[in-house]
């Protein structure tokens, strides 16, 4: 079982939150907009779920392919962001996204996600600046028509850890 934890989970136009530590379990989630039971596991709060103070759940698991992430609650047409650590170099500098830009990470981050109903992008950094966006690389699906706005992401793990696989540990 891997430890992760929950550092800023960062969502625009909303305050930047200080996530508690979780644990996650591996499982397979179906990235089609809707969060099932079970799908992301133990779904108990501080497991594989977090409230925020914005009224937003988010939800984490992983298979040997993808991180999956799903926001319920969510503003679909705000884009949200997710910096992964996964040791090593990186940049503790944020890559600005409409607008909104983070001047220091609380850890060195090696990945940074972007997404929203109509655009999904990475970036990469082994130390220095941000790369190069890479674009609609990721899965996506959000909901709007039953129950509270749901997004889910996969995240495939070769584009975090550059072809490494999953790594040892990582932070969010």
């Not at 984490?60 to 884009?79: F, H, K, P, Q, R």
């Not at 996600?113 to 990721?138: H, I, L, Q, V």
């Not at 070769?158 to 040892?168: D, K, V, W, Y």
Request: charged share 10%.
């Amino acid at each position: 079982m891997f430890r992760t934890c929950f550092s800023p989970a960062v969502l625009f136009l909303s305050v930047l939150a200080l996530m508690p530590c979780a644990h996650a379990q591996w499982n397979t989630a179906v990235v089609d907009g809707v969060i099932e039971s079970g799908e992301y596991g133990n779904t108990a709060n501080g497991t594989n779920q977090i409230g925020t103070n914005t009224g937003q759940t988010w939800y984490m698991t992983w298979d040997a392919t993808n991180l999956y992430v799903g926001i319920t609650n969510a503003n679909l047409s705000e884009g949200a962001v997710i910096y992964i650590g996964t040791g090593g170099s990186g940049t503790t500098a944020g890559e600005e996204y409409n607008g909104t830009g983070f001047s220091s990470l609380p850890f060195a981050a090696q990945f940074v996600t972007y997404f929203k109903d109509t655009y999904n992008e990475y970036r990469t950094s082994s130390g220095g600046n941000w790369s190069a966006p890479t674009s609609n690389a990721e899965t996506y699906a959000s909901n709007s028509s039953s129950g509270p706005n749901t997004r889910e992401i996969a995240i495939p793990w070769s584009a975090i850890n550059g072809g490494n696989g999953i790594p040892a540990q990582f932070n969010f």
